[in-house]
């Protein structure tokens, strides 16, 4: 496993991360044996960044992790969490006494007395330009309720309006071979602040495992059902915002360019890491067999020039026309 320094939280983090959304049973149910099950395969093949949300299964995950903490004392994990969407959307729910509110339900719940990293989780735009946000944000830090502070954000403007701000230490934003907007500007502005990039959803919420089709089921609570309109959420999140029908045929032609003996999924990840200025990749993993060939694709060889230039030339066919311009 590789290890970088993650922005301006200055940790040392595994470049493929653990997210966890599915373990609060947002994906379908987890049952918790299996959860940990996940946990640990993932931290035996040497990830050491876990990132989960105060809203995933409405605490369950974190509450899950924290259990792990504890099991496992002496661990050299960071835990990223996020905060911000148990509320109704507006900018003025944004205010240090919630911080402050949501912050200890996540020390709790993660059972820390400092967290390592917290998140606002994809909030209104405006409040990437109050100071009173960061100013908030700043006072937990100097209270040690947070070690350091970033944003998950939906669209690049959010990402560079946060990225000028000097105590924001990371950004974590969708990135995959169907979501390329962020090569634009986010990733160098990012390195030239020192601010950290974690790449979400790097393999559109499965597609670029080439396994699924059009009799593909999802269960009725996978938000892979449910949110393909984005009546749920930012209906980016779910498949990258692609058309459905569209991202299958894209994910074939993905799956074609991975070398032989790797499959599409770790081809995916690993050309995610290849772009300059990803700190970490948080791929989900329902499973051990998962987990742990989420963390191998971080040892794979270069995937190329010519590589990269087959993938931006699926994405100018497929998306660009569709998507760029959205986020």
């Known amino acids: 496993m590789e290890y970088r320094e993650l922005g301006r939280t200055h940790r040392t983090v595994s470049s493929i991360g653990l997210g966890t959304w599915q373990l609060g049973s947002d994906w379908g149910n987890v049952d918790e044996k299996d959860a940990v099950a996940v946990l640990d395969a993932s931290v035996e093949s040497g990830v050491t960044f876990f990132d989960t949300a105060d809203v995933y299964g409405d605490g369950r995950s974190e509450e899950v992790i924290g259990r792990y903490l504890a099991a496992n004392p002496g661990h050299s994990i960071t835990v990223a969490t996020k905060m911000g969407r148990r509320v109704d959307q507006v900018a003025s729910n944004y205010t240090l006494d919630n911080f402050r509110a949501w912050a200890d339900r996540s020390r709790r719940n993660l059972g820390v007395e400092t967290l390592?990293?917290?998140?606002?989780?994809?909030?209104?735009?405006?409040?990437?330009?109050?100071?009173?946000?960061?100013?908030?944000?700043?006072?937990?830090?100097?209270?040690?309720?947070?070690?350091?502070?970033?944003?998950?954000?939906?669209?690049?403007?959010?990402?560079?309006?946060?990225?000028?701000?000097?105590?924001?230490?990371?950004?974590?934003?969708?990135?995959?071979?169907?979501?390329?907007?962020?090569?634009?500007?986010?990733?160098?502005?990012?390195?030239?602040?020192?601010?950290?990039?974690?790449?979400?959803?790097?393999?559109a919420s499965g597609l670029l495992s080439a396994k699924y089709s059009k009799q593909t089921a999802f269960a009725a609570d996978d938000h892979r059902n449910y949110n393909r309109d984005g009546s749920a959420f930012d209906v980016g999140e779910t498949f990258s915002g692609v058309n459905y029908d569209d991202g299958l045929a894209a994910a074939q032609?993905?799956?074609?360019?991975?070398?032989?003996?790797?499959?599409?999924?770790?081809?995916?990840?690993?050309?995610?890491?290849?772009?300059?200025?990803?700190?970490?990749?948080?791929?989900?993993?329902?499973?051990?067999?998962?987990?742990?060939?989420?963390?191998?694709?971080?040892?794979?060889?270069?995937l190329g020039e010519q590589f990269e230039a087959s993938v931006q030339g699926i994405y100018d066919r497929y998306f660009r026309a569709s998507i760029h311009s959205r986020w």
Do not use: M
């Not at 051990?288 to 694709?297: F, G, H, I, L, T």
């Open 116 to 203: 390592d990293l917290v998140q606002l989780h994809c909030p209104p735009s405006s409040v990437y330009d109050s100071d009173a946000v960061y100013d908030a944000l700043d006072t937990l830090v100097s209270e040690e309720v947070i070690a350091t502070y970033g944003f998950s954000v939906e669209e690049t403007s959010q990402a560079l309006a946060a990225i000028a701000r000097p105590g924001t230490a990371t950004i974590q934003i969708i990135l995959n071979a169907f979501r390329l907007k962020p090569l634009d500007e986010v990733l160098p502005a990012a390195r030239e602040a020192g601010v950290g990039i974690i790449a979400r959803v790097p393999l």
């Open 253 to 302: 032609e993905f799956a074609a360019l991975a070398p032989d003996g790797v499959s599409s999924a770790a081809a995916a990840l690993a050309w995610v890491l290849q772009q300059a200025g990803v700190s970490t990749v948080i791929p989900g993993a329902r499973n051990p067999e998962q987990a742990r060939s989420n963390a191998a694709a971080g040892s794979l060889a270069p």
